[in-house]
């Protein structure tokens, strides 16, 4: 059961991610933080169905890492979830066509081995 | 939900001792994951942004996201701190009613803290309308070295060997990271549109 939590999160955060990345892609880059600019930019995004979608797949992983918290400690729960860094990133190069090379590549692998070796 | 360590749910100590507490989600994983990660964060910063043969556009356009990755990476840690002091104080919720979780938004601590991940999550999607998934993933990474040295530096908080190389690990993968441009695909269609 546990296993098949872990793979719902790492699952639903990495499509989560995904689908945010292309989603603001799509709605261009924001350049301005002032208020107005900020209520701008949500206005597009309640009516962006990449970032909605991104949003419900961050929720079932949210929902999912409460549940796994509940049967297990935090200890097993997060370094379990560091194998979403190296799936992100292979998804990030297939899907979103970004050019990762091996900087970005050793650079999810340390990540996420770091954050496995916080559990200890 | 999660279950606070008794010494946070018996002894008020005080701010900000207690609020920084309150990031421990148990006892065996305080997320004492956290200042090293600031530091390289400065240092890596400060060689990206001063590389030669960087145009000003580039530059500017550097500088503007390195200011979401700090934002991203400090209303995250403190919006978790102030939503986990928060529902720490409002107690354990086992319920399947909604009611029961809307009464956690009576504690001060608890709005702060969501206000706090509302400007998180903000300035997260602003940073990936800008830059790369896989430039940002490994750079907002710095947040668990955050907490841990704020742990460490803070609560003197005692961080394990293991835990060391941890940091140092992530820490690498910050400056790495901060070596490649942040966005890739200008010009280019993202093949998911």
């Not at chain 1, 955060?13 to 689908?19: P, R």
């Not at chain 2, 360590?5 to 309150?22: G, K, L, T, V, Y």
Request: hydrophobic share 55%; proline share 4%.
């Amino acid at each position: 059961m546990k296993w098949l939590l872990v793979g719902i999160i790492a699952l639903c955060n990495t499509i989560g991610d995904v689908l945010n990345t292309a989603g603001m892609k799509r709605q261009g880059e924001v350049e301005d933080l002032r208020p107005g600019a900020v209520a701008g930019m949500v206005k597009k995004i309640i009516r962006n169905p990449l970032v909605l979608g991104g949003f419900a797949a961050l929720a079932v992983s949210f929902f999912a890492l409460l549940s796994l918290l509940s049967i297990t400690t935090v200890s097993f729960a997060v370094p379990a979830t560091a194998i979403s860094y190296l799936l992100e990133t292979l998804l990030a190069k297939y899907v979103l066509g970004e050019d990762v090379r091996w900087r970005r590549w050793a650079a999810a692998t340390l990540v996420a081995c770091g954050v496995f070796m916080l559990s200890f | 939900m999660i279950a606070a360590p008794a010494h946070i749910r018996n002894a008020p100590a005080p701010w900000p001792r207690e609020w920084i507490a309150s990031l421990k989600i148990d006892n065996s994983l305080p997320i004492n994951v956290a200042i090293g990660s600031s530091l390289s964060f400065s240092v890596s910063n400060l060689i990206a942004i001063n590389k030669p043969g960087m145009n000003s556009e580039t530059r500017l356009h550097r500088r503007k996201t390195q200011i979401l990755v700090a934002l991203v990476v400090v209303t995250n840690v403190l919006g978790n701190a102030f939503l986990s002091r928060g529902m720490h104080q409002v107690g354990r919720i086992v319920s399947f009613s909604p009611v029961d979780y809307l009464r956690a938004f009576a504690n001060p601590s608890a709005i702060a803290g969501i206000l706090i991940l509302i400007v998180w999550i903000l300035s997260d999607l602003a940073l990936l309308s800008r830059a790369d998934l896989s430039f940002v993933l490994p750079v907002t990474a710095s947040a668990y070295v955050l907490v841990a040295l704020v742990g460490h530096f803070v609560l003197h908080d005692h961080i394990s060997w293991q835990r060391w190389t941890g940091i140092l690990l992530i820490t690498g993968g910050v400056i790495l990271a901060e070596e490649t441009p942040e966005r890739t695909t200008n010009g280019k269609r993202e093949r998911l549109l």
